[in-house]
């Protein structure tokens, strides 16, 4: 058993600090307080190969392990956590299941264009009556001939209004009577594929959220992931390792938050010393410390596992439980520590606080996410 | 080429250490128009070090036309002046000077050799060190003789880590002791020596050596290096400024006051201000007589750039700033409108 | 085919400096330690040398083993080779010292064109290293480009020369001082990380140069540290109190004693 990173891993932390504290650093704040998402941002990310962070070489990716993968998120987070967001699922539920249930065919037609973010990736599930209950979407894909027409709508749908290959759960019903679930990748420019308005969000506002509607789509079977009635499967697995990423967002947050709040109690002078020197403040710095680090433990041992091919869906929900959880409790914590200053939109604690709050719902809530550790517990894997 | 070992012996186990003798200054002359305020400031040291030592004072100059500039070093305390006078000295060349210079070095033994920590001193110090197989200590913040490593030994103070740190360094085994000193970091002197010798040396060197051709007439040069390091008086600012409107304005007070207008990495990140006027870590240290910091925090990577700075005001909202601790004033306030109010007694 | 080498150093990162008062020295636990800044300009100019002429682009640094790392940064940017210089001979090396040891290997590595330094050093900042293996190599050094192309063997530049600015040309080998935001350095991508991993890195030690007692760290550099101090500076603090007003009035009036007035500028602004 080994605590260090690797000097491989070392070097990814490093290099992916520096851009982002270079190059997110300065325009974060205006993400957030414009809602918007400067274009020029995917040409700078796609230039240090942040959308093929996994990606085989083949496909100019980066051919990083997961932990590599939890490091870059969670350091991009640390700085931006909209654009962590974007990455995480582009990367994790857009570009992965391409790789991993895609046909060579699929693989060729999408991820060189993914790996270079020319094309930005996305997972929707989510619709509006079908949220935790995942089997209770009511999209619907009916064959015509060899084809299918696709008719419904999803909502909150991440990088909803840049992304260009979506994947989308959906029902569907074959001539010869067949019906289930299948995962199927869509792209922007289907005819009768419409983005909806952005929706004004509390956090994460620099990553634009829309809903998408879907009228008379015509989808070729080609673009069907893995066989038709493998969509659930396929989509909860996905998330599986999605969860890995949005712990690391959480992560990155919570650190960010953490040492704002470390520089800020030692420089900061009350009843003349330091309120870092006050036990109240102190503890809370310690406990932040603590949750952190525990959080970044759980992360890197759910990658840990997904890279030596072991299930992983308990700690995966796990790792994303927690670190959402504590991310929402550092944050807050933070700005009580920086007193009136974290209340003011100057500094970006109160951000933090917002950007952390969602992790705690996407990609499966929280209560889910208990769901499942539960669920594979009573199942006997204690 | 040499292979080093033949001279390595001398700089190794410098056997007539005992030979070298009296205190050199490099006499640079400035644009071929005046010898270099820091040359003369060197001399007024050296003349101190001179007499602790009971040598010789002796000043180096190449120029063209150098006899002009003699009267103005025979006032500055020199026992003695070596120079050499060409049209080839018009501007420091590289191999010309350390050509010529090393022959003197070879030739008169000196003991101790200082230069102006200038773009023509530092290289010619530094080539000058090899060819000697000597050490050089570069940027000088001080200098005594002192009897604890060995005798009558050299100490320069030397700045580290940007400042942070000062080390000593001595030379004891190889001669000459050489160093490069800043502008400003001693005083000159005014003293006249009876009876200052002057030895003109005749300019010999064999052009086939120089190697870098220059394919047509040079231009006085248009882009300055820097004007950050040698400004008087230089007005920072940071990301308190909050917008490139009220950045601006710190361009407007330089216009009118003859300033320089410096900041942090933040301004360059907004692009509020070009890269080259970034000061600290990475950017230019500052060397100014007053500096003036508008909404900057004062991380440590700006802080290392200002220490030099004569006088630090720094003006900002936040109490707890950092920049204060290194400030002689404080001014807590808003930077955008204590900016306008000095504005507008200036504008007036 | 041009054969670039750029030189480069490991120090201590100062972000978050902190010095030991008793000793005066640097509290390396917990510092890490980076690429010298400026050395990354000089970095930026040989990868896009190579871009733009082809060739092969090697980085070479003189260090501690740890300063593996450094080389590991530079092939994830991008270089070709790398080569680290390490003995426990060659510590304390003061830049004579230093030079001395790249002039051996570069007389082992006999052929190259294009050698490349920055400006100088964070640690130690002496910037003599570049001047002093011009003369070792017996090549020109060219400092201050601020344009540049290559053609048959010929470097030709415009560059700053004293208070001239000029055009030269020069035939290689050359040494190459890069001045700090001449360019751009390149962020590393993640697709070099992996790649740099997977790459070989050269190592020379006392023994490989074949040679020289001269080349002896500590005991034979002409220059010796004896001692090192936290520099302290004092500072007033003087808080300016009084109404907005009183404030301006009070920094014009410090201002005017430091010799700070309006001066004439033709224009109002």
Same mark, same amino acid.
């Given at each position: 058993?080994?605590?260090?990173?690797?000097?491989?891993?070392?070097?990814?932390?490093?290099?992916?600090?520096?851009?982002?504290?270079?190059?997110?650093?300065?325009?974060?704040?205006?993400?957030?307080?414009?809602?918007?998402?400067?274009?020029?941002?995917?040409?700078?990310?796609?230039?240090?190969?942040?959308?093929?962070?996994?990606?085989?070489?083949?496909?100019?990716?980066?051919?990083?392990?997961?932990?590599?993968?939890?490091?870059?998120?969670?350091?991009?987070?640390?700085?931006?956590?909209?654009?962590?967001?974007?990455?995480?699922?582009?990367?994790?539920?857009?570009?992965?299941?391409?790789?991993?249930?895609?046909?060579?065919?699929?693989?060729?037609?999408?991820?060189?264009?993914?790996?270079?973010?020319?094309?930005?990736?996305?997972?929707?599930?989510?619709?509006?009556?079908?949220?935790?209950?995942?089997?209770?979407?009511?999209?619907?894909?009916?064959?015509?001939?060899?084809?299918?027409?696709?008719?419904?709508?999803?909502?909150?749908?991440?990088?909803?209004?840049?992304?260009?290959?979506?994947?989308?759960?959906?029902?569907?019903?074959?001539?010869?009577?067949?019906?289930?679930?299948?995962?199927?990748?869509?792209?922007?420019?289907?005819?009768?594929?419409?983005?909806?308005?952005?929706?004004?969000?509390?956090?994460?506002?620099?990553?634009?959220?829309?809903?998408?509607?879907?009228?008379?789509?015509?989808?070729?079977?080609?673009?069907?992931?893995?066989?038709?009635?493998?969509?659930?499967?396929?989509?909860?697995?996905?998330?599986?390792?999605?969860?890995?990423?949005?712990?690391?967002?959480?992560?990155?947050?919570?650190?960010?938050?953490?040492?704002?709040?470390?520089?800020?109690?030692?420089?900061?002078?009350?009843?003349?010393?330091?309120?870092?020197?006050?036990?109240?403040?102190?503890?809370?710095?310690?406990?932040?410390?603590?949750?952190?680090?525990?959080?970044?433990?759980?992360?890197?041992?759910?990658?840990?596992?997904?890279?030596?091919?072991?299930?992983?869906?308990?700690?995966?929900?796990?790792?994303?439980?927690?670190?959402?959880?504590?991310?929402?409790?550092?944050?807050?914590?933070?700005?009580?520590?920086?007193?009136?200053?974290?209340?003011?939109?100057?500094?970006?604690?109160?951000?933090?606080?917002?950007?952390?709050?969602?992790?705690?719902?996407?990609?499966?809530?929280?209560?889910?996410?208990?769901?499942?550790?539960?669920?594979?517990?009573?199942?006997?894997?204690? | 080429?040499?292979?080093?070992?033949?001279?390595?012996?001398?700089?190794?186990?410098?056997?007539?250490?005992?030979?070298?003798?009296?205190?050199?200054?490099?006499?640079?002359?400035?644009?071929?128009?005046?010898?270099?305020?820091?040359?003369?400031?060197?001399?007024?040291?050296?003349?101190?070090?001179?007499?602790?030592?009971?040598?010789?004072?002796?000043?180096?100059?190449?120029?063209?036309?150098?006899?002009?500039?003699?009267?103005?070093?025979?006032?500055?305390?020199?026992?003695?002046?070596?120079?050499?006078?060409?049209?080839?000295?018009?501007?420091?060349?590289?191999?010309?000077?350390?050509?010529?210079?090393?022959?003197?070095?070879?030739?008169?033994?000196?003991?101790?050799?200082?230069?102006?920590?200038?773009?023509?001193?530092?290289?010619?110090? /530094?080539?000058?060190?090899?060819?000697?197989?000597? =050490? $050089? +200590? #570069?940027?000088?913040?001080?200098?005594? @003789?002192? *009897?604890?490593?060995?005798?009558?030994?050299?100490?320069?103070?030397?700045?580290?880590?940007?400042?942070?740190?000062?080390?000593?360094?001595?030379?004891?085994?190889?001669?000459?002791?050489?160093?490069?000193?800043?502008?400003?970091?001693?005083?000159?002197?005014?003293?006249?020596?009876?009876?200052?010798?002057?030895?003109?040396?005749?300019?010999?060197?064999?052009?086939?050596?120089?190697?870098?051709?220059?394919?047509?007439?040079?231009?006085?040069?248009?882009?300055?290096?820097?004007?950050?390091?040698? /400004?008087?008086?230089?007005?920072?600012?940071?990301? =308190? $400024? +909050? #917008?490139?409107?009220?950045?601006?304005? @710190?361009? *407007?007070?330089?216009?009118?006051?003859?300033?320089?207008?410096?900041?942090?990495?933040?301004?360059?990140?907004?692009?509020?201000?070009?890269?080259?006027?970034?000061?600290?870590?990475?950017?230019?240290?500052?060397?100014?007589?007053?500096?003036?910091?508008?909404?900057?925090?004062?991380?440590?990577?700006?802080?290392?750039?200002?220490?030099?700075?004569?006088?630090?005001?720094?003006?900002?909202?936040?109490?707890?700033?950092?920049?204060?601790?290194?400030?002689?004033?404080?001014?807590?306030?808003?930077?955008?409108?204590?900016?306008?109010?000095?504005?507008?007694?200036?504008?007036? | 085919?041009?054969?670039?080498?750029?030189?480069?150093?490991?120090?201590?990162?100062?972000?978050?400096?902190?010095?030991?008062?008793?000793?005066?020295?640097?509290?390396?636990?917990?510092?890490?330690?980076?690429?010298?800044?400026?050395?990354?300009?000089?970095?930026?100019?040989?990868?896009?040398?190579?871009?733009?002429?082809?060739?092969?682009?090697?980085?070479?640094?003189?260090?501690?083993?740890?300063?593996?790392?450094?080389?590991?940064?530079?092939?994830?940017?991008?270089?070709?080779?790398?080569?680290?210089?390490?003995?426990?001979?060659?510590?304390?090396?003061?830049?004579?010292?230093?030079?001395?040891?790249?002039?051996?290997?570069?007389?082992?590595?006999?052929?190259?064109?294009?050698?490349?330094?920055?400006?100088?050093?964070?640690?130690?900042?002496?910037?003599?290293?570049?001047?002093?293996?011009?003369?070792?190599?017996?090549?020109?050094?060219?400092?201050?480009?601020?344009?540049?192309?290559?053609?048959?063997?010929?470097?030709?530049?415009?560059?700053?020369?004293?208070?001239?600015?000029?055009?030269?040309?020069?035939?290689?080998?050359?040494?190459?001082?890069?001045?700090?935001?001449?360019?751009?350095?390149?962020?590393?991508?993640?697709?070099?990380?992996?790649?740099?991993?997977?790459?070989?890195?050269?190592?020379?030690?006392?023994?490989?140069?074949?040679?020289?007692?001269?080349?002896?760290?500590?005991?034979?550099?002409?220059?010796?540290?004896?001692?090192?101090?936290?520099?302290?500076?004092?500072?007033?603090?003087?808080?300016?109190?009084?109404?907005?007003?009183?404030?301006?009035?009070?920094?014009?009036?410090?201002?005017?004693?430091?010799?700070?007035?309006?001066?004439?500028?033709?224009?109002?602004?």
């Amino acid at each position: 058993m080994n605590f260090e990173l690797t000097e491989q891993q070392k070097l990814v932390r490093r290099s992916v600090r520096k851009f982002a504290e270079e190059v997110l650093a300065p325009v974060a704040p205006t993400f957030d307080r414009e809602a918007k998402y400067n274009g020029y941002i995917v040409k700078e990310l796609s230039k240090v190969n942040l959308f093929g962070i996994q990606l085989p070489e083949k496909y100019g990716g980066a051919d990083l392990d997961s932990i590599s993968y939890a490091i870059t998120i969670e350091e991009i987070s640390r700085i931006c956590a909209s654009t962590g967001l974007m990455l995480s699922v582009h990367n994790s539920v857009g570009a992965y299941p391409i790789y991993n249930w895609g046909t060579e065919e699929q693989k060729e037609r999408y991820l060189p264009d993914i790996a270079t973010g020319k094309k930005i990736s996305g997972f929707s599930w989510t619709e509006p009556n079908a949220g935790s209950d995942a089997q209770g979407i009511e999209c619907i894909m009916v064959q015509k001939g060899n084809d299918f027409v696709l008719n419904g709508s999803k909502i909150f749908v991440t990088n909803g209004a840049i992304g260009s290959v979506i994947l989308i759960g959906t029902r569907y019903k074959t001539n010869d009577g067949q019906n289930g679930i299948a995962t199927i990748i869509l792209e922007k420019d289907m005819e009768g594929y419409e983005i909806g308005q952005p929706e004004d969000k509390m956090g994460v506002r620099g990553n634009i959220t829309t809903s998408l509607y879907f009228n008379n789509i015509r989808v070729p079977k080609e673009n069907i992931l893995g066989s038709l009635n493998d969509g659930f499967r396929i989509a909860m697995q996905t998330l599986d390792v999605g969860r890995i990423g949005i712990a690391a967002q959480a992560l990155g947050i919570a650190q960010a938050a953490y040492e704002h709040s470390v520089e800020y109690s030692k420089g900061r002078i009350q009843f003349k010393r330091p309120i870092s020197q006050f036990q109240g403040i102190s503890f809370k710095l310690a406990e932040m410390s603590t949750k952190i680090d525990a959080a970044r433990l759980l992360i890197y041992r759910a990658a840990f596992m997904k890279d030596t091919k072991k299930r992983f869906s308990k700690e995966s929900a796990m790792c994303k439980y927690y670190a959402s959880k504590i991310a929402r409790q550092v944050t807050q914590e933070a700005i009580q520590i920086h007193g009136g200053y974290g209340y003011m939109k100057d500094l970006p604690l109160e951000r933090y606080y917002r950007d952390a709050k969602v992790t705690e719902i996407y990609e499966g809530t929280s209560e889910i996410m208990k769901l499942i550790i539960a669920q594979q517990i009573l199942r006997g894997n204690l | 080429m040499d292979r080093g070992y033949d001279l390595v012996r001398r700089w190794k186990k410098l056997s007539n250490i005992n030979e070298y003798r009296d205190v050199w200054v490099f006499t640079e002359i400035k644009d071929h128009v005046e010898v270099h305020e820091c040359a003369l400031q060197i001399l007024g040291k050296a003349r101190e070090i001179a007499d602790k030592l009971g040598q010789e004072l002796i000043s180096v100059v190449l120029a063209l036309d150098a006899e002009q500039y003699l009267p103005v070093i025979e006032e500055h305390g020199v026992d003695k002046i070596i120079y050499l006078n060409h049209q080839d000295l018009k501007h420091y060349h590289e191999r010309i000077f350390t050509d010529l210079v090393y022959d003197l070095i070879e030739k008169y033994k000196p003991s101790i050799f200082l230069f102006p920590s200038t773009e023509a001193g530092n290289a010619l110090a /530094a080539r000058l060190a090899y060819r000697c197989r000597t =050490g $050089l +200590v #570069s940027d000088v913040l001080d200098l005594e @003789l002192s *009897d604890e490593f060995g005798n009558n030994l050299l100490i320069g103070d030397k700045p580290a880590y940007l400042g942070n740190i000062v080390a000593q360094i001595i030379c004891p085994n190889t001669r000459p002791q050489m160093c490069t000193v800043t502008m400003g970091t001693f005083q000159k002197t005014k003293m006249r020596k009876e009876n200052v010798e002057i030895m003109k040396i005749d300019y010999k060197f064999d052009k086939s050596k120089i190697k870098i051709k220059i394919l047509e007439a040079p231009t006085r040069k248009d882009k300055p290096s820097s004007t950050l390091s040698d /400004a008087k008086f230089v007005i920072g600012g940071g990301h =308190g $400024l +909050v #917008s490139k409107e009220n950045f601006d304005k @710190l361009f *407007d007070l330089a216009k009118l006051t003859n300033g320089q207008v410096g900041g942090t990495r933040r301004p360059i990140l907004n692009g509020w201000m070009p890269e080259h006027l970034q000061i600290g870590i990475s950017g230019e240290s500052i060397f100014s007589d007053l500096y003036l910091a508008f909404g900057i925090s004062g991380a440590i990577q700006h802080l290392v750039g200002i220490t030099a700075s004569k006088i630090i005001i720094a003006i900002n909202k936040d109490p707890n700033a950092g920049i204060f601790k290194v400030a002689d004033y404080c001014v807590i306030g808003d930077a955008n409108e204590i900016l306008e109010g000095l504005l507008n007694y200036f504008r007036v | 085919m041009l054969k670039i080498f750029v030189l480069i150093k490991q120090v201590p990162s100062l972000h978050n400096l902190q010095i030991d008062k008793q000793t005066g020295t640097l509290i390396r636990e917990g510092v890490e330690n980076i690429i010298n800044p400026d050395d990354l300009y000089g970095l930026e100019l040989g990868l896009s040398l190579k871009e733009q002429y082809g060739g092969e682009i090697t980085a070479i640094t003189m260090g501690p083993p740890q300063a593996e790392f450094a080389l590991r940064e530079c092939l994830s940017m991008g270089v070709d080779k790398s080569l680290l210089i390490t003995d426990e001979q060659f510590a304390y090396s003061d830049t004579l010292q230093t030079t001395l040891v790249l002039k051996e290997t570069f007389h082992k590595i006999k052929d190259y064109d294009i050698i490349i330094t920055g400006s100088q050093t964070s640690d130690s900042s002496t910037g003599q290293i570049p001047f002093q293996l011009s003369e070792a190599l017996d090549i020109p050094l060219i400092t201050d480009i601020f344009t540049m192309e290559i053609e048959n063997n010929i470097f030709k530049c415009h560059r700053n020369f004293g208070h001239e600015s000029q055009n030269i040309s020069v035939e290689l080998p050359i040494l190459i001082r890069v001045r700090r935001h001449f360019n751009e350095p390149r962020h590393i991508s993640l697709s070099g990380i992996k790649r740099a991993f997977e790459k070989e890195i050269e190592f020379n030690d006392f023994n490989t140069f074949n040679c020289p007692e001269y080349l002896d760290g500590c005991n034979k550099s002409p220059t010796n540290v004896v001692k090192t101090e936290k520099i302290v500076i004092k500072r007033k603090n003087e808080i300016i109190e009084g109404n907005f007003n009183e404030k301006v009035q009070k920094l014009l009036k410090i201002m005017q004693e430091h010799g700070i007035e309006r001066i004439w500028t033709g224009d109002m602004i």
